[in-house]
């Protein structure tokens, strides 16, 4: 019987893969984080929006995307969406490590839907007061949003925001079924070429967790360094 | 020694291993059940594939498990597995035979048994004309795609050292992102190629299979280590269909020229189980 | 796209059954519905030692707690699969391998939604039991629990939509849930990819967002019923209370 052999994984070829892997997980993770932000306060804002039609689009957005597992939305936008391209796009985009993008692609779509709603649940957070005087002085909404709501709103955020990273960051596991070669991808790859499962996950699953177990610490450190105050 | 277990830090695992390895002769097992519960791939066409018709799994390697079955005297429960999950669903006694296109080496004979040699086959690379790729040394540096947990990434990877390999859970998600454009190339054993090939109809102008093998893969059912009774049983079942003509009548029936596959004969007889 | 769901409205929903074992949409509420039934009790359980006042019992479950929702449910899955039939001595299928990765998982987060209904419940309550002279365990389970239950519902119905869009992770071990019937589907039309993959997405979204209006109806009624609820302040949460696989 192969005894558990750590060391495996600690040198050599199959270490080398699973460490490209982690880098991969981490570079989809951060290059998500960084889109998705943006997205998600666009589309809080939107939901907050004093037209109806917009408040609308932003429920239909969130709604739809979060009604709908993850693993359809990879599927989707790697398999499916970009075949209604027109052929010379579609060449060029393929020709680059489409898998990575049409990942980041679904990835960021799904946790901005989440993030929008903590942010929107912050912003509702900060006593309406605040909007109204933003909108006395002669802002308009978005001006008050920007200067006013947000800044405060996001503060209240970022314990959940910081939640819906860690779910990120575990999200980018599922990025294995549409061939990015992130840590599971790896994972399960050393596993058949050299059938030590338990080496190559124990591996895998402390990668995960450290990295975790260091975004709860933020979240803890966040928390007692910026309590949330209340006015 | 039974290796069922991957033993890890904890003695419970370890002691759980111990109570596991005392157990009796698989085909006893088997006997008792009344039941063999067949691993297949149920995906890979024409050896076990979903007929879309009738909804039940049909194929070349399910007719042969059909007849051990029948020679073993029980009945037989067809499993679909992945093609990266049929050696560890084999070593954890989920199944009882694999029927899986699985191919016999080296490597493997480590970790299962394999009864004589049941196919043999090499495996291709399908390219779209449109990439001007004409043989295997031209894919250097360039994206193939084939299916997680075979030998054909290995494989590939060998004959072109420097190869792109993006690999996906089924040989036809890898198919399908061919067809879309997302790899040059396809890789897979030559019966699933052809077979992908000719399920392309009026397309298939487009696209070419390579003429270089990248490897020989003789195929064969997997069996647990250590199980002589099974093998032996499993084996004789073989022979007699190979003396009988009806492993022959089975080749042409699943791969012979009135299929897609047309191959006019077989190259090869069941009859050994060394490579 | 009306042929697509013509040709194989069948299979997409049930799967090979009867000539084979069951797939399909039926599969994956079936597999969900019967992983939060059974998650429910060691929530129930691992949430109690959440709130126990003992150390001993505290510390180890909270341990687990941050472990198993530090690492994706992709890892469960994978260990489950590996090594769940050394660990039971049973031979286990996808389906069985699937159902106990969820509910360990559903398990975990459920306990945190347990913790929370407990906690919600006015600490008046609690003292009251006392005072009658129950003891702690008579107390929850005849004052306490009851009442927290019943402000978790909603809880439980989204985590019920959780579980059924996490059956989707079935298709990397090849179980033919839903979304594994639609790539088979996708892969014998070729070129239908995108109306195959909205249709999924459909599928998924109806049966969710008709889910998630049922979860809101019930948390209107619940705020009808109990209008006034001291609500205990509970401790900034900083995990997010449902896992969005």
Redesign the interface.
């Known amino acids: 019987m192969p005894r558990f052999d750590l060391a495996l994984m600690l040198h050599g070829q199959y270490h080398d893969w699973l460490v490209t892997g982690l880098f991969v997980s981490l570079k989809l993770a951060a290059v998500v984080f960084v889109f998705a932000l943006p997205l998600a306060i666009a589309i809080a804002l939107l939901r907050l929006a004093p037209l109806r039609v917009l408040r609308a689009l932003g429920m239909v957005y969130v709604e739809g995307i979060r009604n709908v597992p993850l693993l359809a939305h990879l599927l989707f936008w790697y398999f499916g969406a970009p075949e209604l391209l027109p052929d010379a796009v579609k060449e060029r985009l393929y020709a680059g490590n489409f898998e990575f993008i049409a990942g980041a692609i679904a990835l960021t779509l799904y946790t901005a839907a989440y993030m929008a709603e903590d942010i929107r649940s912050g912003i509702r957070a900060i006593p309406v007061v605040q909007f109204e005087a933003g909108r006395a002085l002669g802002f308009g909404f978005l001006a008050t949003m920007r200067r006013i709501v947000l800044p405060q709103a996001l503060r209240i955020t970022v314990p959940p925001l910081i939640s819906q990273t860690l779910n990120l960051w575990k999200d980018t596991s599922i990025a294995t079924v549409i061939g990015v070669a992130e840590m599971m991808y790896q994972a399960a790859r050393v596993e058949s070429a050299s059938f030590r499962s338990a080496e190559a996950f124990a591996f895998a699953t402390a990668a995960y967790l450290t990295v975790s177990l260091a975004i709860t610490g933020l979240a803890a450190w966040y928390h007692r360094r910026f309590p949330v105050r209340t006015i | ?1 039974r ?7 904890a003695a ?2 370890a002691a ?2 111990l ?2 390895t005392a157990h009796a002769d698989q085909l006893d097992d088997i006997r008792k059940k009344g039941e063999i519960v067949i691993g297949v791939l149920g ?1 890979d066409e024409p050896n076990s594939f ?1 007929d ?1 018709a ?4 049909v194929g070349y390697e399910v007719d042969i498990a059909k007849a051990i079955a029948k020679k073993i005297g029980v009945k037989p429960v ?5 093609v ?2 049929r ?2 669903e084999l070593q ?3 199944v009882d035979v694999l029927a899986a296109s699985l191919t016999h080496n080296k490597e493997r004979e ?2 299962v048994d394999f009864s004589l040699t049941t196919f043999v086959t090499g495996q291709k690379v399908l390219v779209k004309k449109s990439s001007g790729i004409t043989d295997v040394p031209q894919l250097a540096g360039k994206k193939v ?1 084939t299916v ?3 030998t054909q ?2 494989n590939i990877r060998k004959a072109v050292p420097n190869v792109d390999v ?5 040989t ?2 890898a ?3 061919l ?4 790899g040059v190339g396809y890789v897979n054993d030559e019966a699933s190629v052809v077979n992908d090939f000719a399920k392309l109809g009026p397309a298939k102008k487009d696209y070419t299979i390579l003429p270089t093998n990248i490897s020989t893969e003789p195929l064969a059912l997997g069996l647990r280590k250590g199980e002589p009774a099974l093998k032996a049983v499993v084996d004789s079942t073989l022979r007699e269909l190979e003396s009988s003509g009806e492993a022959n009548k089975l080749f042409i029936k699943w791969y012979g020229p009135a299929t897609k596959l047309q191959f006019d004969k077989r190259s090869f007889k069941i009859d050994s189980d060394k490579i | 796209m009306i042929d697509l769901i013509h040709t194989y409205w069948l299979y997409f929903l049930v799967g090979q059954y009867p000539n084979g074992p069951l797939g399909g949409l039926a599969l994956t509420v079936l597999l969900a519905a019967l992983a939060l039934v059974l998650a429910l009790p060691i929530g129930l359980l691992l949430g109690l030692a959440r709130v126990s006042p003992f150390r001993a019992v505290r510390w180890p479950v909270t341990a687990l707690v941050h472990v198993v929702r530090g690492i994706p449910l992709l890892m469960v899955i994978f260990w489950a699969y590996f090594f769940l039939p050394g660990v039971t001595g049973h031979q286990t299928g996808q389906f069985s391998t699937m159902l106990m990765a969820l509910v360990v998982f559903d398990g975990v987060y459920l306990a945190e939604i347990v913790r929370a209904g407990i906690q919600g419940v006015p600490r008046g309550q609690f003292e009251a039991a006392r005072a009658l002279g129950l003891g702690y365990p008579r107390a929850m389970q005849r004052v306490i629990l009851p009442q927290a239950l019943r402000s978790m519902l909603p809880s439980l119905v989204n985590q019920f939509i959780s579980t059924i869009k996490e059956t989707s992770l079935g298709y990397i071990i090849g179980l033919t849930e839903a979304s594994f019937i639609a790539a088979q589907i996708n892969t014998q039309v070729f070129t239908r990819a995108t109306q195959v993959y909205l249709l999924l997405g459909l599928t998924y979204f109806v049966l969710c967002f008709g889910l998630s209006r049922i979860a809101h109806l019930l948390e209107r009624r619940l705020a009808r019923r109990a209008p006034v609820r001291a609500a205990r302040p509970s401790a900034a949460v900083p995990l997010a209370n449902e896992s969005n696989a």
Do not use: C, D, Y
């Not at chain 2, 009738?54 to 799994?57: D, G, L, N, Q």
């Not at chain 2, 067809?78 to 992945?82: H, P, T, V």
């Open positions: 020694m290796n069922r277990l991957r033993p890890l830090l419970f695992f759980a291993a109570v596991s995906t979903v879309p009738s909804r039940e799994i067809f499993k679909q597995l992945a990266a999950a050696i560890p954890q006694g989920r480590s970790q795609l997680k947990g075979g990434e290995p993006v690999t996906f859970e089924t036809q998600q198919f399908l992102a067809q879309q454009g997302k």
